[in-house]
């Protein structure tokens, strides 16, 4: 079953603007992490962040974690046409190993 | 270095038929993930392996699914016989275990699985 809602299901955004995703959660976990999904193709890896940690980045990505509120952010900045694709985050419970995912957000960049 | 390769890239076959999906997992990775997507509910985990043993299958929709991994280098998802329902793309991951559970996992590019 999915681990909670992203929001929004859906953003279109001009190029060189930010783009910001958000994730809920319900359980008690070890890491949260966000993958990307071009058409067609499989899940690809982003970034990955503790439950000991709060905020975190990577080149424009900018991912916050607040396990009081089970939630998460991703933030791309200064998007590109590249950048089009759906969004998920995924959940690692405490004593899995297996990834429990968001229903995802679609990110169209308009060049 | 190679990817998680998935077999076939698409599958169309009428209900009924046993179908059966193959995945090759990056060498060295002992954990092994197979899950299932589609449009009503999204991404879900099916069943997932550690050094070639199921450890948790309670994602399996019922007795018509099963899953095998023989080797290390390979592992195999069965449906048998295959309904329509059953139509989705179906993922493989794997992730490397033995650096502790803040891994990433690789995701092959899916079976395409069309049951008429």
Known sequence: ?111 | DAGVIQSPRHEVTEMGQEVTLRCKPISGHDYLFWYRQTMMRGLELLIYFNNNVPIDDSGMPEDRFSAKMPNASFSTLKIQPSEPRDSAVYFCATSDGEKGPNQPQHFGDGTRLSIL
């Open chain 1, 1 to 111: 079953s999915q681990q909670g809602e992203e929001d929004p299901q859906a953003l279109s955004i001009q190029e060189g603007e930010n783009a910001t995703m958000n994730c809920s959660y319900k359980t008690s976990i070890n890491n949260l992490q966000w993958y990307r999904q071009n058409s067609g193709r499989g899940l690809v890896h982003l970034i990955l962040i503790r439950s000991n940690e709060r905020e975190k980045h990577s080149g424009r990505l900018r991912v916050t974690l607040d396990t009081s509120k089970k939630s998460s952010s991703l933030l791309i900045t200064a998007s590109r046409a590249a950048d089009t694709a759906s969004y998920f985050c995924a959940t690692m419970d405490t004593g899995r190993r297996a990834l429990t995912f968001g229903s995802g957000t679609r990110l169209q960049v308009q060049p």
